[in-house]
């Protein structure tokens, strides 16, 4: 173990019965440890174990890289900086939860969907819209989609797609 500040590396790792003093860097599931040679002593998959108080934490090596530590709160000339994985954490295991649908009766639809996490997506026309709204009889309706068509902002918008359209 190099003589390192405990301002930047706070941390002890133990590997192969060596005791390092390192950074942890959990955002980026890295170790910075600093080292004395260019050989690097970590390789992929080895397990090197944190050491916080009495208690203990595993980390796989997933990659390696050697830097130059610049000297940086150690005498050590490199760090090694582990790509590492938490052994010691439990995966997260997204349950669905199920739910039950009951259907009393027929059901006659299209686009139905019935569960959990369900998504529809439905294009149309404006012109599949306007015969929706014809063949309705509502008049309400039909009034909504002749005040929509004679709004200044939507004509303006109709009107610069179709130039759009027809330009292509």
Known sequence: MSDNDDFFYPDR???N?????????????????????NECPFDIG???????????????VLDWQLQSSLEVGT???YIAALSVQALDTKKQIQQLQSQTINFHGSVSATN?????SNTLSQTITLQQLEDAIEKSGDPEAK??????????????????????ILGS
């Open 112 to 116: 139905l969907q019935a569960g959990n």
């Open 46 to 60: 080895d397990i090197v174990t944190q050491k916080v108080g009495s208690k203990e934490r595993f980390f796989e």
């Open 75 to 77: 005498n050590a000339p």
């Open 13 to 15: 790792f133990q590997f």
């Open 143 to 164: 009034k909504l989609w002749r005040k929509l068509l004679e709004n200044p902002t939507i004509a303006g918008i109709i009107t610069t797609t179709a130039g759009v």
């Open 17 to 37: 019965k060596i005791i390092y003093s390192g950074q942890r860097m959990s955002s980026k599931n890295q170790l910075l440890i600093p080292i004395d040679s």
